[in-house]
């Protein structure tokens, strides 16, 4: 891996994804990227969204079996 060449989102744990999704968006509400670089950066923040909300779901289910929580309502609350 290059050393400004970003690190792939499905190897990131939460914390590091969360960190580089705050960045994103202080980039883009501060508007220092030129369109192209704000798309892409808006992809890249999708993706990280994305990775976040699974680690998160995961580390629920966890915590759901450990507490001996039924699974089948884990998505009933909502």
């Known amino acids: 891996m290059a050393k400004n060449e970003p690190k792939p989102i499905?190897?990131?744990s939460y914390e590091e994804a969360y960190a580089e999704l705050e960045q994103?968006?202080?980039r883009m509400e501060s508007g220092?990227?030129?369109l192209e670089a704000?798309?892409?950066?808006f992809l890249r923040g999708q993706a990280l969204i994305k990775r976040c909300t699974g680690l998160l779901e995961?580390?629920?289910?966890?915590?759901?079996q450990l507490s001996g929580e039924p699974l089948a309502d884990a998505g009933a609350e909502e």
């Open 10 to 12: 499905e190897e990131m």
């Open 24 to 26: 994103i968006v202080a």
């Open 32 to 34: 220092e990227d030129k």
């Open 38 to 41: 704000s798309m892409e950066a």
């Open 58 to 64: 995961s580390a629920e289910l966890k915590v759901r």
